[in-house]
Each structure stands twice: as structure tokens, then as C-alpha cells.
């Protein structure tokens, strides 16, 4: 990549050391790997480090002409919906950059995208620690690393038979939001097709949350692939430890994303059981835990919902069950595919 | 990607859990990513994390062509060389895998990258923690993770007025390794110039080399963009705390990849000076310390070369100056341009 183009890019993502200095500081961040081979990192005592990576490619998980800025909030939110997944603290993200020469020259652009990044960045207290440039096809991978107290980790292979299955927030405005962009003919604009696209434009992070739910959740998951798929992970790493178990979980208590009124009832289930991209967290805890649960999201300021059961189950039944009207729905038809 | 794809990536890539297990047992992970929204590790009390992210791009930064195993190889050593310039010990890396169709269905492609891979990691007792696959034009972008006692990590800025400057290695055979791939008909084939296409294409961090060098050099650099360049960025790093410095380096003493010998003087000088993808390690230390780097050389078993000296600077002097036959030699055009 020429001089200038890198000088640009460093401009945009390059901001004042953040050593012991004011909203934004991190202790555990000891020297920033932008302009040094590696960022060094000072754990802070008792904790363990959570590490995620994600990757979002133009046109399989971006339209390429999506607003700069909030294409830098969703690949940093993806990321730190995986922290949330396990309640862990964000810290440092690690940004890797590939971006054609046409938009490696536009500043305005890459002003945008930064702008994007840091906004949500600055909200979760998490830093820009290092990272890498490269000349290629449009996509971003970050690396998020964030801090949970030792052993605390909320992990996929927790759920107990017997716990309640609980949902953050609501369900299957992302993949409204995919429809309407990907049609733009087929719904009427209005204020709640906005908010579905907003939905899979700018997801909320359950990072709150997921920290408030340390030691009160026994499993965790954020939802991208979608409520079935995505329970589907949890029941079959959880059944490993006490034999098979799965997700009962009833529809009707299912909460649904508003503008999906405006849906027929097929589109309805489908957008709600197995659209993507909400990253809501979905988690079990024992039901002695119930009141312990409305505490922590009324603390996080986070609305959850009680959806089901943990129930014991035989090998060969679904991992994930849903229920209306005493009738168990037929499973969705296959699980999100981003574009 | 569909599923049987995601499964072929799945074999590919995991591996049985190494929780306290043999040879590649890691004390300081915790639950592996694979599987799970985060990857846990557990910091060695004492230690600080060294991180860095590296992308490789096809087109960009290795031929479409190249053998699978080599790419696997490559992708790793490249970021296991920012840890050896950091003087860290590997622990964990991240893979962010970017495919097109076509190639995510070769199970002997995506098998013999995951070799390359794992026989490197394996070397350098680094576990895959975690990762993502998607469809997109091939990438890949590799965050690795090492540790370092507090305090003793090698930086760019820690160069001092005085210091020797050295260099593991040789330098050059990375660029002539790609000027044959490039035009394979220019070149007679033979072991020395294969000897140059594996310098390109299968470089060997200096890993023990930079643990060795902890508490000895002052700073350290991986060489990746070329000499003069990367000396560069160590002498401005440096430059900030005691005022402008630079290296003075003697070009007769500059160690060149045998390869070279066939070049003409010109083509030589511009290999040595600014051929990059060599991942060597530059490095300076004080005078007093000439018997102990050279003891820490012998003992990882890494031939270095002192090469120059660290002088004080005026601030419009070039950061780095070659010397030959008493001569300041023109500075070599422009860096090295991946492709």
C-alpha cells in the first residue's frame, strides 16, 4: 500500500495513548502494538482473558454500500457480543484491515469507519491495542480480548436439565432488516422497518448483561446463527457432561421483534426461530435463580424473557424443541446463511 | 457455507483437547474457542501477553498457486516473528480463514494447509484457540498470543546512542525468491535458488532468538518491510525519549543470503537493503553486552551478524545510513512492495 494511503489509515485509527489517562483507561494495557511488532498486555490479577475473533466480509455479511460507520460498529459488536456470550469485561481489539485501493484513498470513508468503531469502542471502555493493513478485497476481522474473574466464564457447556432457557431483548428484526434490504421494493418503509434494519445494521452488544449474569447463569450463548441453530450448540455441548439433554422452549413465549407484526405467520415463525444476526443472548440458569436473573438484566437495564426448559432427552431427538399450542413445531428450514 | 463445508473445515482444523495433555500441553489455556463463543486463558502469574494480528492476502501477499502447507506455514511464522521480536514465548494463536467456494471443497487443500499449520505451531508449542471460516476471497488473518516476564518484553523504542545493532540470519533471499516466482524464466533453477523461493515461502521466526536476547538487547524489530526501512521505524521509536539517532550500518559486514552471489552489484545491494519477507530479527544492545548476545545466539542456536552502531543524529539526518568503502551509500528506492 503507498506511504500516503497507509499515513491515512493511520491517521483515522490512530488516537492518544491511553496510558492511566481519563474514560478510557485501561490498566491492563501496557504498551499499544500500533507501531510496535506486538501490544503488550498486564493482566489484572485473578482474572482470565476471553478471546474471540470474527470476520465480516463485503457482500457475504455487508452490502458493500453500507454507511462506513456503521459497518465499523457491527464488526466490532459481533465481536463483542462474544464477550457478553461469556460475561466477560472488553479490554483490547486486535483490527485487521483489508481494504481495496478505491477505498483506502477515500478519508472520508475510512474517517467513517473509524468513527463507527471508536463510538462503540469508547461505550464498552474496550481499546484499540494494535492491528494490520493490507491492500485486498473489503473485510475486517477484529480480535476482541476481554477479562472475567477466574473460573466465572460463562460457557456454552453449562446448561443443566432442568434450567430455565431465558432470551435478551427480542427476536428476528435482523432478519427483517436483511429482507427489506435486500428488496427494497417489497415493504413499506416506515419507522419499524427502520428499526428492523437498524437491528442488522447497529446490534447492541449484551455486554452488561452478560457480566451481570456471572455466577447466576449456568450457559451462554449469543445468537447469530439463529434461536434454534444457536440452542442447537448449547444442547449438544451441555449433553455431553450428564447425558443428552434439550431445549423446550414455547412460542408463544418467544419475544419477537415489533415490526415482525407486519409479517404473515410462516415469515413470522421463520424470522423469530431462525433469523440471525440479533445477537440477543440466549441462557439457561437454574430456576432457584429466577428472581437472581430479573435482578441482573433489571441492573443492565436489559429486558429478558423466560422461553422454556432444559429437559432430559434420548439420543436421537432434536436438540431443540419448540412448542405451540401443545403441537411441536416442525423444525425451521435450515439455519441463517448471512447473504 | 454450507454445512458439510463447515464439517470439512471442522476436521481440518480441530484437534483433540490438549487440556494437561503431552507434548503441546498448554498450563495457560483454559477451554478451547473451537466450539465455544470465547477461547478462556489463564495468564502465568508474572506474565505479560504479547499480541499481534498479521493478514495474508492472496494476490497480495502469496500467489494463488502457492502449496497449501507452505500458505499454512507462512501465515504462522509471520506473526510468530512479531512475538520473537517482542522476545515472547508462543502460546495460543487465532485463525480467521477466509474462503471462496471452490477451494473450501477441497478436503486435500484445506487438509494440507492445516498440516502446515500445525507442524509450525506445534514446533513452537502454540495451540489453535479459536477461529472463524467464512466464504470470501481467500485470507487469511492469524492474532497469535504469547507471554513475556513483566517488564522484559523487547520494544522498537528502547535503542540507545551507542548500542551495536545486529542481525540474526541473512538478508535477501526472501527477494530474490520472489523475483524468480515472478519470472521463472529469468532464473536458472537450482538449490541456491530454491534455497531463496523457500526463504519466501517457509521463513523461520527467530522465536528463540528473541527469548534469548530478553534482559540483553535493548530493542528489537522483525524484518519484514526491508532493512532500511524497519530500522527506520526502531530509530524513530527510539529517537523520542533521548533525542534523534540513527544507525549507522557497514555495508561489507551486512550478511547476505548465499543466492545473492548471483546478482549483480546493483540488484545485490537493493536485495540486502530493501528486499523484505526475510524475518530475521534486527536488534540492538549495548556494547558491554557483545559476549552475552553472542552467548544467546549459541545458545538458540541462530547465527548473528553486528552489523553497525547506534549514533546520535540531527533531526533532518535519514534514520538509517549505509556505509561503504567510507561512502554513505543512496538509499535504496522505495520499500518493499509485498507483490
Redesign the interface.
Known amino acids: 500500500m503507498p506511504?500516503a494511503e497507509f499515513d491515512l489509515i493511520r491517521r483515522c485509527f490512530t488516537r492518544p495513548p491511553v496510558h492511566g489517562a481519563g474514560e478510557v483507561s485501561v490498566v491492563s494495557l501496557?504498551?499499544l502494538?500500533i507501531?510496535?511488532?506486538?501490544?503488550?498486555?498486564?493482566?489484572t490479577?485473578g482474572?482470565?482473558?476471553?478471546?474471540?475473533?470474527?470476520?465480516l466480509?463485503?457482500?457475504?455479511?455487508f452490502f458493500e454500500d453500507v454507511d462506513a460507520a456503521r459497518l465499523g460498529h457491527k464488526a466490532l459488536a459481533v465481536n463483542l457480543s462474544?464477550?457478553a456470550?461469556?460475561g466477560?469485561t472488553p479490554r483490547?481489539f486486535?483490527?485487521?484491515l483489508?481494504l481495496p485501493r478505491a477505498m483506502a484513498a477515500k478519508e472520508a470513508w475510512c474517517q467513517s469507519l473509524a468513527h463507527g468503531l471508536f463510538a462503540l469502542a469508547d461505550a464498552h471502555g474496550a481499546v484499540l491495542?494494535?492491528?494490520?493493513t493490507?491492500?485486498?478485497?473489503l473485510?475486517l476481522?477484529l480480535?476482541v480480548?476481554?477479562e472475567?474473574p477466574?473460573g466465572q466464564?460463562l460457557?456454552?457447556?453449562g446448561a443443566r436439565v432442568g434450567d430455565e432457557v431465558w432470551i435478551s431483548g427480542d427476536l428476528g428484526g435482523a432478519y427483517l432488516g436483511l429482507q427489506s434490504r435486500r428488496e427494497p421494493g417489497r415493504f413499506a418503509l416506515g419507522p419499524l422497518f427502520q428499526a428492523a434494519i437498524d437491528r442488522l445494521e447497529c446490534p447492541q452488544p449484551r455486554v452488561a448483561l452478560g457480566q451481570a449474569l456471572r455466577g447466576i447463569a449456568h450457559s451462554?450463548?449469543?445468537l447469530s446463527d439463529g434461536l434454534v441453530a444457536d440452542l442447537g450448540?448449547v444442547a449438544r455441548?451441555s449433553g455431553q457432561a450428564d447425558g443428552p439433554l434439550h431445549f423446550e422452549l414455547d412460542f408463544d413465549r418467544l419475544p419477537a421483534h415489533p415490526a415482525l407484526a407486519l409479517l404473515d405467520d410462516v415469515q413470522r415463525q421463520q424470522a423469530i426461530l431462525a433469523g440471525g444476526d440479533d445477537y440477543e443472548l440466549a441462557f439457561t440458569a437454574p430456576v432457584g435463580a429466577h428472581a437472581a436473573v430479573l435482578a441482573a438484566a433489571q441492573a443492565s437495564g436489559t429486558p429478558v424473557h423466560c422461553v422454556g426448559r432444559v429437559r432430559p432427552a434420548q439420543p436421537a431427538e432434536a436438540a431443540v424443541i419448540v412448542v405451540a399450542d401443545g403441537q411441536a413445531l416442525a423444525p425451521p428450514t435450515g439455519?441463517f446463511v448471512h447473504f
Open positions: 506511504t501496557v504498551s502494538g507501531g510496535d511488532d506486538c501490544a503488550v498486555l498486564q493482566p490479577p482474572q482470565q482473558w476471553c478471546v474471540s475473533t470474527d470476520t466480509v463485503a457482500g457475504v455479511h462474544d464477550l456470550a461469556c466477560a483490547a486486535f483490527l485487521a483489508s491495542a494494535g492491528g494490520d493490507t491492500r485486498g478485497p473485510s476481522t480480535t480480548m476481554g472475567v477466574q466464564a460457557l456454552r457447556s451462554a450463548i449469543d450448540h455441548a439455519g
